[in-house]
Nanobody, 124 residues
Framework: QVQLVESGGGSVQAGGSLRLSCAAS????????MGWFRQIPGKEREGVGQ????????YYADSVKDRFTISQDNAKNTVYLQMNNLKPEDTATYYC?????????????????WGQGTQVTVSS
């Protein structure tokens, strides 16, 4: 059974940092695309970034570029989202997702598997 489990969410002051983790199991993690998305209630789920697991190439939405960094531990089938200089507008539920192909468009429609989400709240 495929499982994607996020952890590491919480509350932080603006300017602070958090690191989210996504542990994957039940499928071949290598040579896939792992994505991070976020959703604010009443708004569309939007892409944050993604990583080609086989080669480690990363891609980011402009809104988080230079503040967020995606990395991975292949031995653990785990992807991380390091979030620095957090802003109130980063407040959302964050989800990890997977597609069984290389990374292409960062859009929710192209990802097959999803985690349960973890809440991030940034106060001003």
């Amino acid at each position: 059974q495929v499982q994607l489990v996020e952890s590491g969410g919480g509350s932080v002051q603006a300017g602070g940092s958090l690191r989210l983790s996504c542990a994957a199991s039940g499928y071949a993690y290598s040579r896939t695309c792992m994505g991070w998305f976020r959703q604010i209630p009443g708004k569309e789920r939007e892409g944050v970034g993604q990583i080609d697991t086989g080669v480690g190439n990363t891609y980011y939405a402009d809104s988080v570029k230079d503040r967020f960094t995606i990395s991975q531990d292949n031995a653990k089938n785990t992807v991380y989202l390091q979030m620095n200089n957090l802003k109130p507008e980063d407040t959302a539920t964050y989800y990890c997702a997977a597609r069984l192909d290389h990374c292409y468009t960062l859009h929710k429609f192209f990802f097959i598997y999803w985690g349960q989400g973890t809440q991030v709240t940034v106060s001003s």
